[in-house]
């Protein structure tokens, strides 16, 4: 099926047509065999389709540290792909960049910062998640881009993440405590576990109290 790349919302002028090689790709990094063999098994193709800048958006302004976004098209060969494989697209591409992961009439966003971001499959009607831009700067667009992503996996509204303000450090950050919390509660859930399972009454009381020193950590 024909990509149809209006469906992601964004303006005319930031759309583009240019192939992306995997051959050329292979040539430039230097990546493992298998890293390549792992990188043909689960992609087509690659397509650059979007590029969002001053010059394709003029009220948006360039930013202290990003001065364009690219959209890519990735056209997959199975939906049960290996995310690994995109992250090391991203590590060896300096560009910021925003995902269209594709399989057959399925697609999902992806995005990588600190760590690779995914939205959900979804089926590729027009009902498809735009891509907002938003900010004055690109600095902000892609924080918020950033942020809409990512918000499916933190189970929480992107307006409640980082503001159109807050700079890509601030994200950083808060990357880092929503990890720091997500492990946190990974460990109370095992102790829950854990003790529950526990008939020793010492032992119990060993695990509730580290239980409840972790829940203050985490409400903290």
């Not at 149809?4 to 090689?21: A, D, S």
């Not at 966003?109 to 891509?131: I, R």
């Not at 992107?158 to 929503?178: F, G, H, R, Y």
């Not at 239980?211 to 950590?217: I, P, T, Y």
Request: hydrophobic fraction near 40%; avoid cysteine.
């Amino acid at each position: 099926m024909e990509a149809n790349f209006k469906m992601l919302g964004l303006p005319p002028p930031t759309e583009v047509k240019r192939p992306l090689p995997k051959a050329q790709l292979f040539k430039r990094f230097d990546w493992t065999p298998s890293q390549r063999e792992r990188f043909d098994a689960d992609v087509s193709r690659l397509d650059f389709v979007n590029w969002i800048s001053p010059r394709t958006v003029p009220a948006i302004a360039v930013g202290n540290e990003v001065k364009e976004i690219f959209v890519v098209e990735v056209s997959l060969k199975s939906r049960d792909f290996d995310t690994k494989a995109i992250s090391l697209l991203a590590k060896y591409i300096p560009q910021r960049i925003v995902y269209l992961l594709r399989f057959e009439e399925e697609a999902m966003l992806a995005v990588y910062h600190t760590k690779l971001f995914t939205t959900n499959w979804q089926l590729l009607t027009p009902n498809f998640q735009l891509l907002t831009i938003q900010g004055l700067n690109l600095d902000a667009v892609w924080v918020n881009i950033v942020n809409s992503i990512r918000s499916e996996q933190l189970e929480v509204n992107a307006s409640q993440l980082t503001t159109n303000s807050s700079p890509l450090t601030d994200l950083t950050e808060q990357i880092k405590v929503d990890e720091e919390r997500a492990k946190l509660e990974r460990q109370i859930t095992a102790l829950e576990r854990q003790m529950n399972a526990t008939k020793q009454p010492r032992r119990k009381r060993e695990l509730f109290v580290k239980l409840q020193k972790l829940k203050e950590k985490n409400n903290a």
